[in-house]
Structures are given as structure tokens and as C-alpha cells.
């Protein structure tokens, strides 16, 4: 029996090296625009985090020989769908199919999992074939404020019937003065953060969960006063049956007091390699718009303890006249009528 798993274990690690010195091959050629040109150029450090990387180069590219590319054999194209064949299905099913290939929207050596992609390169993708003003012109016929909501929300979270959506929040800083919001790079984040893990800049204690302390803390120090954090309401599951639902059009499948969905939410961290580290925020720390997520508000949801009481004191400030003054006319009614005989 010890033998037998001694010669399935060995027989495992040669696979694994033959398998990634074939990449690493690939990749002395291919990771280097100058020698391939920048259409048939691979990011290595992108690839290396993809399922993709795991399987090999030539799981998908199985016609290339090992005296590729002196033998003068052309590559077949790559069939998506002998791996993602449900997928293919459900596309095929929506008012894309026909319209893009796979490759259209997907860099297949840059393909993640929905959960490690960040909201705005989701919309990226689709803005490659709709333009933004035209996509907020088209909205704006029926949705108000509709390039806040496009800013805020990926389109396949309205456009497809994904699952599971939740807030993820982004560290974002401004192009300019008054300019628009980007991602902050993984490098910036690093220097700020020094010789701890870029996550300790939220997540002070390093448990991997971000308490509404945290959120005040991180919102409140002056050393990262030029950082914001912005949330958008990210898929967990993707749908690539793209079509428009009609739920959608229903302001309360967001705005609804305290949603399921608005209870959970990750700050997500860029990685290096294109990535996005997510780590988890306290429940319901979201919808407290003043202390815990100050760039974020949702009409309808969120809210603040303070603020509510504060609210409430102002309500009943304004009862005391009125009724105050009703209460008096009322206890004083015989002197003021006794008055005028």
C-alpha cells in the first residue's frame, strides 16, 4: 500500500512538472511582447492566478509540439465550450448569442472568478461594446439619477439573473480636483501600508473581519484622508443569460429597509497579478452611512443610530409647541372664560 501511494504521489509531481515547465516555456516566448508582439503577449504574474495557469497551457492549445513554432503548424482555435458547456447554453439563450464570442469579453489567460474581479473591470467589459453616455441616456428615460446607479451597480447585476449580491467596497482616489474615482494600484496601497499586510489598513487587528470600530478608525485617520471607499452592489454567482428582468424595474429589489443582501458586504484589496483579496465587514455595518461607510448611501436602507436619535429628538422638539401650547388653553380654559363676563 506504501508503495502504491509513493508511485501515485511521484507519478502526481512528474505530471506537475512536466505540466509547468511546458507553461514556463510558453511563457519565455509569449511573456514577452518584444518577441511576440503585444496581440499574442501573456502577463505572466495574471495567468499564474487563473484556473487556467493550474491546468496548463496545454489542456486548451493541445495542437502545439514540441517544435513549436519552427514546425509551421497554425493552432487550431480554442472551443470554450468542451469545458464550459453550461455556460455556452445559457449564453446561447440570451440576447447576446451570436452577437460576441467568448473572447470578446473574457481574456482567457486573465480569467478570474466573479468574487476576485472588481466591479468596475465587470463594467469595463461591457463598455467595450456600450458606451457609457449611451448607456446612461438610454437609462435615464425611466431611471433617475441614472449615472450614479451605473456607477454604483455592475450591469450584470440588474442584466442577468445572478445571485447572491452584496456590497463590495473599493479604495478609491480622485483623477484630479473634482475628478473622477479610480482604483487605487496594489503598489500605493503597499507604501501606505508599510510593513503590513495591505488588509491592516482597514483591518487594524489582522482578524480577517472588519468591524464598524475599524471603518471609523480607517474613515477618520488623516493619513488617508486622499483614500475613499466606495461600494457597489456585486454579484456572487454570474449569470451569462443577459437579458432585462422584469424585477428590475422595481425601485424596492434594492432600495427595501434593510435588505438581506444590504447585511453583508467585503472590502476588497487589488492583488498584483489583477486580482481582488476580499475580506469580510461586520454584518450590517453597510447601512451605517455617518461612522461606517461615509461614500456610501442607499435611499431606503441605509441609516445611523445617532442620527435616528437625533431625528427623533427633532420630531418631538417640534410636537412641544403645538401640543405644549394646546395643553395650557386647554388647563386655563375657565380663568379665560371667567375673564370675559
Known amino acids: 500500500m506504501r508503495l502504491l501511494t509513493l508511485t501515485a504521489s511521484l507519478s502526481l509531481f512528474l505530471v506537475s512538472g512536466v505540466?509547468?515547465?511546458e507553461t514556463e516555456d510558453c511563457l519565455m516566448c509569449h511573456g514577452d511582447a518584444d518577441m511576440v508582439g503585444e496581440a499574442l503577449a501573456i502577463d505572466g504574474a495574471k495567468f499564474e492566478?487563473?484556473?487556467?495557469a493550474y491546468m496548463g497551457c496545454t489542456s486548451c492549445h493541445s495542437g502545439v509540439s514540441d517544435s513549436h513554432?519552427?514546425?509551421?503548424?497554425a493552432l487550431s482555435k480554442v472551443n470554450c465550450s468542451e469545458c464550459h458547456f453550461d455556460v455556452e447554453q445559457e449564453y446561447n439563450s440570451g440576447v447576446h448569442a451570436g452577437m460576441a464570442g467568448c473572447?470578446?469579453?473574457h481574456d482567457p489567460h486573465a480569467a478570474l472568478a466573479p468574487t476576485e474581479v472588481s466591479g468596475y473591470d465587470m463594467n469595463a467589459m461591457c463598455a467595450d461594446c456600450h458606451m457609457i453616455s449611451n448607456t446612461i441616456d438610454?437609462?435615464?428615460r425611466w431611471l433617475p439619477q441614472a449615472g450614479l446607479h451605473i456607477e454604483a451597480v455592475p450591469c450584470i447585476t440588474c442584466h442577468t439573473?445572478?445571485?447572491d449580491v452584496v456590497i463590495t467596497w473599493y479604495l478609491v482616489k480622485q483623477k484630479k480636483a473634482y475628478g473622477d474615482f479610480v482604483l487605487v494600484p496594489p503598489e500605493e496601497l503597499n507604501k501606505l501600508a508599510g510593513e503590513e499586510d495591505v488588509t491592516r489598513l482597514i483591518d487594524a487587528d489582522g482578524d480577517g473581519v472588519v468591524t464598524l470600530d475599524e471603518l471609523k478608525a480607517f474613515n477618520r485617520n488623516r493619513d488617508y484622508r486622499d483614500l475613499h471607499m466606495v461600494g457597489?452592489?456585486?454579484?456572487?454567482?454570474v449569470s451569462h443569460d443577459f437579458q432585462i428582468l422584469d424585477n428590475r424595474w422595481d425601485c424596492t429589489f434594492c432600495h427595501a429597509s434593510g435588505p438581506e443582501a444590504m447585511q453583508v458586504s467585503f472590502v476588497a484589496f487589488p492583488r498584483p497579478d489583477g486580482s481582488m483579496e476580499r475580506i469580510d465587514v461586520e454584518k450590517g455595518a453597510v447601512l451605517?452611512?455617518?461612522y461606517g461607510t461615509p461614500n456610501f448611501y442607499m435611499m431606503g436602507a441605509t441609516r445611523n443610530k445617532t442620527m435616528n436619535i437625533i431625528g427623533a429628538l427633532i420630531i418631538a422638539g417640534g410636537l412641544v409647541m403645538p401640543i405644549g401650547h394646546g395643553t395650557m388653553r386647554f388647563l386655563t380654559r375657565k380663568n379665560r372664560q371667567g375673564g370675559g363676563h
Do not use: F, Y
Not at 513554432?69 to 503548424?73: L, R, Y
Not at 457597489?232 to 454567482?237: F, L, Q, R, V
Open 69 to 73: 513554432p519552427d514546425d509551421g503548424i
Open 49 to 52: 492566478a487563473t484556473l487556467h
Open 103 to 105: 473572447n470578446d469579453c
Open 161 to 163: 439573473g445572478s445571485e
Open 19 to 21: 505540466q509547468a515547465m
Open 138 to 140: 438610454s437609462h435615464e
Open 288 to 290: 451605517d452611512a455617518l
Open 232 to 237: 457597489m452592489m456585486t454579484p456572487e454567482k
